[in-house]
């Protein structure tokens, strides 16, 4: 008999081994796929990420979908619904919220890599694997994402909103609230109180201590002398009415005391009140600068292309007084609250944070959009710092430094910075040819500022450009009344002055050229199947 069981249990923890091999072996196939965690990736990004361009519009579908079915439910009170409009209700969109949550329980946590882990730190320490112990963990995880208040809600949103019990229709509500997952402005009210949740807390048990108090001294007093009073709950009733300054009348004081008790409890009611609206008009002003900012950031971030200006100062004032700042989406950022405040009373979009810091460049959409930093900040070690986060964030970011001296621009290049401009000495060339060759730097002014017809302008080569394979000197500039100044070989980065005619144009070379705004536009058009 012993020997019998002893078989059974070998057996059976054989059989558990087995199991454990053959679900670790398939935790470690999912955690490993890159197609797996390509598209759980994206679908967490649709379903949280609001830079996501996709998400847009799959809120829009939520939304639609919540409304359609609180339609549903009000027009059913008064009219019988229509086969398909019952049959969209119960079974679309369920299913449709049955998705959405199961999606969301899905992407909350990867049990798959926790297994792995878990495995992995079980054979490197030399202890026993216990597979259901991992699993309780990666399954409390998913646990505590059920519990919470969102997720409940999503959870009853499934249930349809019909019922043959006319009482359970109810649900439906659950899924109006579901717009709190969707409006974003309702979140924000809702994180703006919350941020005040003492103050409130502190007045709801303040009102609920003096509402009890005038209860008890209403039913007490007027119990006998009050026929609209018969229990506790009417006395209740009457308080809240009472303290609310709502006064429906259908309950009122028949006695003395009972009216002074009423007195005393408008008074704490109107005082309450008042407390309450000071408490979230305070919230609300605190947090109206931050909401703005973030409009500002979430606006810019649906743009393909942005600057992002790092401090205002006098060179960010000639940047945009001496260019076109209606062709750039730009923000300004600027730690001084002073400097904010100028750049605002002059018409630009600016906000207050630390450039330098990771998580104030981190808010941008670096990963989609084509951005670019331009560092104006009169502190080098600041500007480094910059340069350092944004090339760290991304290294796609375009970096544009103003340095003080050429000392550092070195560690400018260290930084990670693609271009550095030396303002002084380029205004002390300019100043030198002013004086030297005065007629050369109104030519050079000219060009520059716009002043004159002939402008100068790049024209990148794309894979798709008409001017791949071709030599120079088989383009026809003059044509075009252009002139070539020079061209960027992209294999190299070098910039030729004056390129020979024999040099070959390849994909991502840039060409700059000098002529009229009219004749670059239509050399551009007729040489480039897309924009240049």
């Not at 710092?385 to 944004?390: D, F, G, Q, R």
């Not at 930084?415 to 005065?438: C, F, Q």
Request: with cysteine; proline share 3%; aromatic share 12%.
């Amino acid at each position: 008999m012993l020997k019998k069981k002893l078989s059974n249990c070998f057996k059976e923890h054989r059989c558990s081994l087995e199991l454990s091999e053959w679900i670790i072996s398939v935790a470690r196939k999912i955690s490993h796929s890159q197609k797996y965690k390509h598209i759980k990736h994206s679908v967490k990004d649709i379903l949280d990420n609001p830079l996501n361009p996709w998400k847009k519009y799959f809120d829009i579908t939520i939304i639609f979908i919540i409304l359609s079915s609180v339609f549903i439910l009000i027009y059913e009170v008064k009219h019988p619904l229509p086969v398909w409009m019952d049959f969209y209700d119960i079974y679309i969109v369920s299913l449709i919220f049955l998705i959405e949550y199961i999606l969301r329980l899905w992407v909350y946590s990867d049990m798959a890599r926790d297994l792995v882990d878990e495995y992995e730190k079980s054979h490197f320490l030399g202890r026993r694997f216990r597979l259901w112990s991992a699993l309780s963990r990666g399954l409390k995880k998913k646990l505590e994402f059920m519990v919470t208040p969102a997720t409940i809600i999503d959870l009853l949103a499934i249930l349809p909103a019909y019922r043959p019990l006319r009482v359970l229709r109810i649900f439906v509500l659950f899924r109006f609230l579901k717009l709190l997952r969707y409006t974003r402005s309702i979140n924000q009210f809702v994180e703006v109180l919350s941020n005040k949740k003492f103050e409130l807390l502190t007045l709801l048990f303040l009102l609920i201590f003096i509402m009890m108090t005038g209860a008890i001294a209403i039913y007490v007093l007027e119990d006998t002398h009050n026929p609209n009073i018969n229990n506790m709950f009417d006395a209740l009733y009457w308080s809240l009415v009472t303290i609310s300054t709502v006064g429906y009348g259908d309950i009122s004081p028949v006695t003395e005391m009972g009216r002074v008790i009423s007195m005393i409890i408008i008074l704490f009611g109107i005082a309450m009140i008042s407390f309450a609206t000071s408490v979230i008009v305070s919230a609300f002003s605190e947090k109206l600068h931050k909401l703005k900012e973030e409009r500002i950031i979430d606006d810019i971030n649906k743009s393909e292309e942005f600057l992002i200006i790092c401090g205002y100062g006098q060179m960010t004032k000639m940047f945009f007084r001496h260019s076109d700042a209606s062709r750039y989406r730009y923000i300004i950022l600027d730690k001084n609250p002073k400097r904010v405040e100028e750049a605002i009373k002059d018409g630009y979009d600016a906000i207050e944070d630390d450039a330098s810091r990771y998580e104030t460049l981190s808010r941008f959409n670096t990963e989609n959009s084509k951005v670019t930093v331009l560092c104006m900040t009169h502190d080098d070690v600041e500007n480094i710092y910059i340069t350092l986060n944004a090339k760290h964030i991304s290294p796609k970011i375009k970096v544009v430094v103003r340095a003080g001296d050429e000392s550092i621009v070195n560690k400018y290049k260290r930084a990670g910075a693609d271009h550095v401009l030396l303002p002084n000495e380029t205004a002390s060339t300019m100043m030198s040819v002013a004086i030297t060759r005065p007629t050369m730097y109104k030519a050079i002014d000219a060009i520059l500022t716009g002043k004159n017809k002939a402008i100068l302008d790049e024209v990148l080569i794309h894979g798709y450009s008409n001017l791949i394979g071709k030599y120079i000197k088989d383009i026809e500039f003059r044509h075009f009344k252009l002139v070539l100044i020079g061209i960027q070989k992209n294999s190299d980065m070098e910039f030729i002055f004056n390129p020979s005619p024999d040099i070959l144009i390849e994909h991502k070379d840039i060409l700059l050229i000098m002529g009229d705004k009219r004749s670059i536009q239509y050399f551009k058009e007729v040489n480039c199947k897309d924009k240049c």
